[in-house]
């Protein structure tokens, strides 16, 4: 699309803007933003089912205090909205309570600004009980600031919707706000408990976790299904997922969970609504970071820190995984892209592949095959009976099994924790005919 700075409409036709339709209707909307970096705003707004009919740029180094935009270009898009009316504006920032009511009331439109749309967004995308509780907290914490102001500004039949009621209208409505919240972190603490208590008897079978996470619309989705051979919902659009989709790794104790795309620039309480949904990136064992890698250096190394800043603490260098995802579509920059995420991040391992033609994904089953390898490799021979049949079974639940031969003798090599050597050893000494036991603990190298 071609833009003009100023208030000068992109050369479009109408309804020829960048929306995509989907399930939801889709609305007409204008973009406003104070450089020409829309790039992620556009691609927001197509997942939130917003056609773009025109952008707005006005140079700016900050945004006016009062109208986001100055006060002349103010009155010009008014006067524009006039001549090419549009459903919805959106601002290409975060609006200041002021400056969202300001906008609301001078211009009878409704203002979105990023997380906004964002909201928007996961709106739409909420299926799960959990992830709508978190969407419907986000979005009340994002209008009480906003209820504040009106609280302070409005007057009866000022305000485009339901502020028309007047101040004790507002008033009303801030309070059943502040209850309503309440109530939803109390039903999410439930569900929280819910998933530790799950994540624990996964852990008591054994079971070992790998968390999919990574910017949104990296291709966690398709990687996850490249990787499980399941169906799973992948759609080229942001947030396609937000609650959590867990699947077995083929025949292994590996189970494999998709989850909530990251964003950058979000405010904290955004981030802290969906703890629940983040906290099984926190807990995983291995947290598999996919990076679209197709995309410039400079917006990729961004992406890798808003990734550092949602994870903190609670995800170290050492239980990460990177997957450059869409490595082939430009194989010769991948040296600088891996040197890039290792000096942001510090994984134990920088993997390029792609999910569509499966390229790299034996080097990173490896990867992955070799951290979760137990370091106590064992071996025994055993005679062929009832009894060693039934423990070799209990040995492929509990462990993991390189080799079984059987004949009159069975000769199985497994490996274990070495915190269970001591256990094994004393089922195996009692088995009938046991022969040519023994243990040796792998010198792990550093990846």
């Known amino acids: 699309m071609e833009r003009k700075q100023g208030l000068l409409p992109n050369k479009v036709k109408q309804g020829d803007g960048i929306?995509?339709?989907?399930?939801?209707?889709?609305?007409?909307?204008?973009?406003?933003?104070?450089?020409?970096?829309?790039?992620?705003?556009?691609?927001?707004?197509?997942?939130?089912?917003?056609?773009?009919?025109?952008?707005?740029?006005?140079?700016?180094?900050?945004p006016d205090r009062t109208y986001f935009i100055g006060r002349g270009r103010f009155r010009e898009l008014k006067e524009l909205m006039e001549e090419r009316p549009v459903e919805v504006l959106i601002?290409?920032?975060?609006?200041?309570?002021?400056?969202?009511?300001?906008?609301?009331?001078?211009?009878?439109?409704?203002?979105?600004?990023?997380?906004?749309?964002?909201?928007?967004?996961?709106?739409?995308?909420?299926?799960?009980?959990?992830?709508?509780?978190?969407?419907?907290?986000?979005?009340?914490?994002?209008?009480?600031?906003?209820?504040?102001?009106?609280v302070h500004s409005a007057k009866a039949g000022e305000h485009p919707g339901f502020l028309g009621g007047g101040?004790?209208?507002?008033?009303?409505?801030?309070?059943?706000?502040?209850?309503?919240?309440?109530?939803?972190?109390?039903?999410?603490?439930?569900l929280a408990k819910d998933g530790d208590l799950r994540r624990s008897v996964r852990r008591y079978k054994g079971?070992?976790?790998?968390?999919?996470?990574?910017?949104?619309?990296?291709?966690?989705?398709?990687?996850?299904?490249?990787?499980?051979?399941?169906?799973?919902?992948?759609?080229?659009?942001?947030?396609?997922?937000?609650?959590?989709t867990t699947r077995r790794i083929g025949a292994s104790k590996i189970l494999l969970t998709d989850t909530v795309g990251f964003l950058k620039d979000l405010p904290h309480y955004l981030v802290e609504s969906f703890r629940n949904t983040l906290q099984d990136v926190f807990s995983a064992d291995l947290v598999l970071l996919v990076v679209d890698s197709s995309e410039p250096l400079y917006n990729v190394s961004?992406?890798?820190?808003?990734?550092?800043?949602?994870?903190?603490?609670?995800?170290?260098?050492?239980?990460?995984?990177?997957?450059?995802?869409?490595?082939?579509?430009?194989?010769?920059?991948?040296?600088?892209?891996?040197?890039?995420?290792?000096?942001?991040?510090d994984p134990m391992a920088v993997v390029p592949l792609s999910a569509l033609t499966g390229d790299g994904i034996d080097t990173m089953f490896g990867l992955v095959d070799e951290f979760f390898r137990p370091p106590v490799l064992v071996r025994f021979s055993a005679a062929n009976t009832d009894r060693t049949v039934t423990e070799i079974s209990r040995i492929y639940d509990s462990y993991y099994v390189e080799s079984v031969e059987y004949s009159n003798m069975v000769k199985v090599v497994f490996r274990c924790a070495s915190e269970d050597l001591e256990l094994v050893m004393d089922r195996l000494y009692s088995l009938p005919g046991i022969k040519d036991v023994s243990s040796v603990m792998d010198m792990i190298e550093d990846r």
């Open 302 to 345: 961004e992406k890798m820190i808003a990734v550092q800043e949602i994870l903190g603490d609670g995800v170290t260098g050492d239980r990460i995984l990177v997957a450059l995802n869409k490595s082939d579509s430009d194989p010769d920059r991948i040296g600088d892209m891996v040197n890039m995420v290792r000096e942001v991040l």
């Open 91 to 150: 601002f290409n920032g975060d609006l200041k309570p002021s400056q969202h009511f300001n906008l609301e009331n001078g211009l009878k439109i409704e203002c979105l600004d990023r997380v906004g749309v964002v909201l928007d967004i996961f709106t739409k995308r909420a299926e799960s009980r959990e992830s709508k509780l978190q969407v419907e907290r986000a979005r009340l914490k994002y209008q009480v600031p906003l209820l504040r102001e009106w």
């Open 167 to 190: 101040e004790y209208a507002v008033d009303v409505y801030y309070n059943l706000i502040r209850r309503r919240i309440g109530l939803i972190e109390e039903e999410l603490y439930g």
């Open 19 to 62: 929306g995509v339709k989907g399930e939801m209707p889709v609305r007409k909307g204008a973009l406003i933003s104070l450089n020409w970096d829309v790039a992620e705003m556009e691609e927001l707004c197509q997942s939130a089912d917003i056609e773009i009919i025109y952008e707005i740029v006005q140079r700016r180094s900050r």
């Open 207 to 244: 079971f070992k976790t790998i968390c999919l996470a990574g910017y949104t619309n990296a291709g966690k989705s398709s990687l996850m299904r490249r990787l499980t051979g399941e169906e799973v919902l992948v759609a080229d659009r942001m947030f396609s997922t937000l609650g959590t």
